[in-house]
Structure formats: structure tokens, C-alpha cells
């Protein structure tokens, strides 16, 4: 057996070295827990300690939990990994039809649908499951059905869909009774407010670096904004070094911890073979000295110095994770820290597997540090270069309050804009709060979420042909086109309503209109016509405007009354007097 003395010393060492406040390891073989410690403070301000049995938010490690949860009822025969999904679940509708048809829970937990992550289109969201699978449908593919590797969350959220409507359970429950209860996972659930009283939980940070990426100390972060609904499945999950060195037997072990075979041992298996192979190459190629990874069910496996290596990490708002296991020697590693995007994670994962594995040292906090030192000063450059590569003398073409409103894009959330002061602020509704929105040029804007994703995104807003402010479009999806996000119509006030009510004539003979309303909607009648509903889109003190297709009717207002009419039509502007 490995002599684990100096580990200690080791982790203490190279936790300064990536300014990491807290990390929490366990090294397992079998049913025998050889390394269990943890090092340095889960409050940072308050100086406390970090325990064991400190929780963190465990991010994308959750995967794992839905692919069991999904082989729970393979082993039920209440679902096959290779059935089309809509055989189970027939409202689950993608936006490609052949997708849709053949789509199975395989192709789900080995991101080989071909949609891209979308994460915008869920993130922190308070939907119902339901619903969220019913938005799918406008979310566009970028490869083909099964042609290639694409981690997605939003499938992880479905499956959990897919467990509740088969088990006829929430997956949160069906989870707890099913995973936690009997392993003994205490202190594990899929919300920030722990299961048992006196628990705590990890406070999350990242790291602030100057514009050379040189660390200047740490920021805190939010904890637990995101809900059980959104990530779920995908992300949710809080649990503790304690509990993690019990799943991480159940994986290692055959499905088998201590008297408990929580899986059959075939099933187990099921979700630690291939089935995706990941894009491979570039430096992460270069540091393993390998160019072979492959994703299963919930887990990715690659080769490891003569080893087969299934592994998990997780990156949260400010929480970053590892667990992973070598199934033919029964040994595995978690490791929990409370650093957003903290590369220690993965070299105490490989420091951990040599040691256990009797293979041959290689300071794998050192050679990470060969390659994010780097990374990290092209990070810092990439926001400098973000805010200098302007072009000057390029304002915006309207006045800041004509940018606010509500857009509105299939299968998202309503993105929103606000003028605070002299400044405007953008947010996802029912998503992520409000975030400082800054000219660029011309009529692009720097969308400031450093807050939560430690990102600036460059959002480009549109003009009709009238030259309004019509449409925004928004990277959310590096790998398909900006998401185009239509301007809503705005709310008129019942008085306003009541004043533009009535008929307007024109010079034309014959050629007149009649606005009506009915429960707050306005109508339009020409001459000789049918009522058409009109969409408001301006309310000011000297105006009103609504529109039809592409005419619109701008009314002016004189002390709040209004007074005429201009009729906006393709190739035509035309006056309209009120009658009587």
C-alpha cells in the first residue's frame, strides 16, 4: 500500500500556488478508504474551516445520479437504454424530426443528439419540467443525429422528465429513495439548504486576475441561485466528501457498496463503456500525451498510464469538482473544491491515481500549471482586448431609452433591457438578474456577466426599415448563429386606450379607419373591412404607435389627448384626421 503521508504536505503546497480557499479528497479501493481529508477554509471572510462533511455544489458530477437513476428502471425493465425515447414520452418533440423519432436515453447521457448546450435557454429558469420539454422544439440542431459528440445539458434535464413520467415519481424523490436512502448519502440533496440540521455548506469564489492573469485574491460568488429545476438533472446536486466516497464505491465497486447492491453489475457497467468519442488534440492532448476520449453514460473514459480512467467533473458558481475510478483495480478519487474553474481538481485527481496506483510520480500540479498559467494570461489579455477594440467616434444610433424593452426568442427566456440612471441594464427574465449592459460601437453592447459566468457578451441590436429599434441578436449558442430576439409590444394603459378609440379619415375618399377595443386589445377596421387586431409597440408623452403587418399608425398626443393620426404603410405615409 502506498505511504500517503506526504499527501497531505503536497496538497497544502500547491493550494496557495492556485490561490484555491478550500479542497476536500478521498482515495478509495474497494471498500477501503485510504486518503480522507480536508484542507483549508469554506469561509473565506469568517475563517472556517472546511470538514468532510462540508457540502459543496457538486455541478455536472450530477450527471452520474441521472444515468443511474435511468439504469434503476432499465434493471426494472421499465425502460431499455436503445428504445426511442417518444415510445416512453411522446411530447418530447426536437426540432429535428428524424431526431425526434430514433432519439433514445443513450444517445441523451452520451451528448450525441445533436443539439449544442443552449444553456441559456434554462439556466437558473423556474419551469416546469413540462414545459421546458415543450420548448425544446424551437431549439436549433447543429449536427447531425448522432454524428458527433456535443455535451448538452438540456438532455440531462429531460431525462429527468423521462424518469418521473415512467416511475411516476418527481426525479428529486425518486432519487432520495432510490440512491441516497440506501447508501447512507445523509447529507446529499438538490437544494442549497442541507438535509440535516448543523450542516454546512462550502461558500463558493473565484479567482480575480489583474490584466497579465496574475491572481489578485478572491471574489465571492452566489450560492445555490440555480434551483432544482434548472440545472437538475444536469447540475443540482449538493453533496459532501463523506457522501461521494459512498457513490464513488457503488461505481467502483459493480454497483456494490458495502451490503447494498444498488445496481445490477451488468447495468453498472453499461454506463462506463464508450459510446461518443470527444474531440481530441490541442494542449490538453499535448499534457495527457493522449489523443483517445470518449464520453459514456453520465461519465467520460480514457486511457490513464496503462489504465482505463471513468471520470466526472463539475464546475458551478464558484464550486469546481472531480470524482473519478479505475473499475479493474477498485480504486477511485474525489476531490471537492469551493474555486470556480480550478485546474487543482484535476491535478490532485491524477496525483491521487499514481500514488494509488503505484505508478511512477509526475507533479501534476506542476505541469497543470504549465498550461493555465498560459491560459489563464490569454483570458485576461481576451477582456482587455474586449473593452480596447472599439471603433471610435461610432455612438449609438438612438438614444439609450429607445434600446429598452422586451425581447422575445422561441424556446428562451424574455431577454429585457432597463435604463437605470444614465446607464442600461440587461437580464433573462425569470433567469439571471440584471447586469450592466455598456456602449460598445454603433449599435453593439458589452452584456457584463462577470458575476456569473465570469463572461462579457457583445449583443447587436437590429432597426427595422423605419429605423426602430426592432429585434436583438444574442450569442448564446456558439455553435449556431446569433439567436435573433423580437421586440414585444408594450402595454398600453387603459386610459391611453380609451383616447385612441374611435375613427380616422383620410384625404383618400373612402379610404378611413376605425380603432376599437375589446379587454384591453386594440382593433383595427378599414373602411369596408374586418377587425384586426393591432400590436402596440410605443407609448410616449407627444405619441402612441400600434401596428399591423408592416403599417403602422402613430398617433399623436397633444396634453395627453390625442389629436391625428400617420399611417405608415409600404410606400405610402399618409395624414388622418380625427372625426367629430
Not at 456602449?439 to 449583443?459: G, K, M, N
Request: hydrophobic share 40%; charged share 25%; aromatic share 10%.
Amino acid at each position: 500500500m502506498n505511504d500517503w503521508r506526504d499527501f497531505d504536505t503536497y496538497i497544502r503546497d500547491a493550494m496557495p500556488s492556485w490561490h484555491c480557499p478550500g479542497v476536500a479528497v478521498a482515495v478509495v479501493r474497494g471498500d477501503d478508504v485510504l486518503y480522507r481529508a480536508a484542507h483549508g477554509l469554506r469561509d473565506v471572510e469568517n475563517e472556517r474551516p472546511l470538514t468532510p462533511d462540508t457540502r459543496f455544489a457538486m455541478a455536472s458530477v450530477t450527471k452520474s445520479f441521472t444515468a443511474m437513476s435511468v439504469a434503476l428502471l432499465v434493471d426494472e425493465g421499465k425502460l431499455a437504454w436503445d428504445t426511442p425515447v417518444r415510445t416512453y414520452v411522446p411530447e418530447l418533440v426536437l426540432h429535428d424530426a428524424y431526431a425526434s423519432e430514433h432519439l433514445t436515453v443513450r444517445d441523451m447521457l452520451s451528448h450525441r443528439s445533436g443539439l449544442p448546450r443552449h444553456d441559456l435557454a434554462a439556466w437558473r429558469l423556474e419551469l416546469s419540467r413540462a414545459e421546458f420539454v415543450k420548448r425544446l422544439r424551437h431549439l436549433r440542431f447543429s449536427a447531425s443525429f448522432r454524428e458527433r459528440f456535443q455535451y448538452n445539458n438540456l438532455m440531462y434535464y429531460a431525462l429527468a422528465y423521462v424518469v418521473e413520467r415512467v416511475a411516476d415519481q418527481r426525479w428529486e424523490d425518486f432519487v432520495h429513495d432510490r440512491i441516497f436512502e440506501p447508501l447512507g448519502m445523509t447529507g446529499s440533496n438538490f437544494l442549497p439548504d442541507p438535509p440535516r440540521e448543523g450542516q454546512v455548506n462550502a461558500l463558493g469564489y473565484r479567482v480575480e486576475r489583474d490584466e497579465d492573469g496574475r491572481a489578485k485574491g478572491l471574489i465571492a460568488m452566489a450560492f445555490g441561485a440555480h434551483t432544482e429545476v434548472s440545472p437538475g438533472a444536469a447540475g443540482a446536486l449538493f453533496s459532501t466528501l463523506d457522501d461521494q466516497i459512498r457513490w464513488l464505491g457503488v461505481q467502483a465497486n459493480g454497483g456494490r457498496w458495502g451490503d447494498v447492491q444498488l445496481v445490477a453489475p451488468e447495468t453498472c457497467a453499461q454506463m462506463h463503456l464508450p459510446v461518443t468519442v470527444q474531440p481530441s488534440g490541442g494542449p490538453w492532448s499535448e499534457l495527457m500525451g493522449n489523443t483517445l476520449f470518449t464520453y459514456a453514460l453520465g461519465w467520460s473514459v480514457e486511457p490513464y498510464r496503462g489504465h482505463t480512467l471513468v471520470q466526472h467533473g463539475g464546475n458551478v458558481e464558484g464550486h469546481s469538482l472531480m470524482v473519478g475510478f479505475v473499475p479493474r483495480e477498485r480504486t477511485g478519487v474525489v476531490v471537492l473544491t469551493n474555486g470556480a474553474m480550478m485546474p487543482l481538481r484535476d491535478a490532485l485527481l491524477y496525483e491521487a491515481l499514481d500514488r494509488a496506483l503505484g505508478l511512477e510520480p509526475r507533479d501534476w500540479s506542476a505541469r497543470m500549471h504549465g498550461l493555465f498559467d498560459e491560459a489563464f494570461r490569454g483570458m485576461a489579455h481576451g477582456k482587455t482586448t474586449e473593452v480596447t477594440e472599439r471603433r471610435e467616434g461610432a455612438p449609438p444610433s438612438h438614444p439609450l431609452g429607445d434600446y429598452t424593452g422586451t425581447f422575445r426568442a422561441d424556446g428562451y427566456p424574455d431577454f429585457a433591457v432597463r435604463l437605470e440612471g444614465e446607464a442600461l441594464q440587461a437580464r433573462l427574465l425569470d433567469s439571471l438578474d440584471w447586469a450592466p449592459l455598456q456602449h460598445v460601437h454603433y449599435d453593439v453592447f458589452a452584456w457584463d456577466l462577470t458575476s456569473f459566468f465570469d463572461q462579457v457578451i457583445r449583443v447587436r441590436f437590429e432597426v427595422d426599415e423605419h429605423g426602430e429599434i426592432d429585434a436583438v441578436a444574442l450569442p448564446i449558442e456558439p455553435e449556431i448563429d446569433d439567436v435573433g430576439f423580437r421586440r414585444q409590444g408594450v402595454e398600453l394603459p387603459s386610459d391611453v386606450i380609451e383616447g385612441l378609440v374611435g375613427d380616422y379619415v383620410t384625404a383618400i375618399e373612402g379610404l378611413a379607419f376605425s380603432f376599437t377595443a375589446v379587454a384591453g386589445k386594440v382593433y383595427v377596421t378599414a373602411r369596408g373591412g374586418i377587425p384586426e387586431e393591432v400590436s402596440p409597440f410605443l407609448v410616449s408623452d407627444d405619441s402612441v404607435g400600434v401596428r399591423h403587418k408592416r403599417t403602422r399608425f402613430v398617433f399623436s398626443r397633444v396634453n395627453g389627448r390625442i389629436e391625428g393620426l400617420t399611417i405608415k404603410a409600404p410606400g405610402m405615409t399618409l395624414e388622418a384626421r380625427r372625426r367629430g
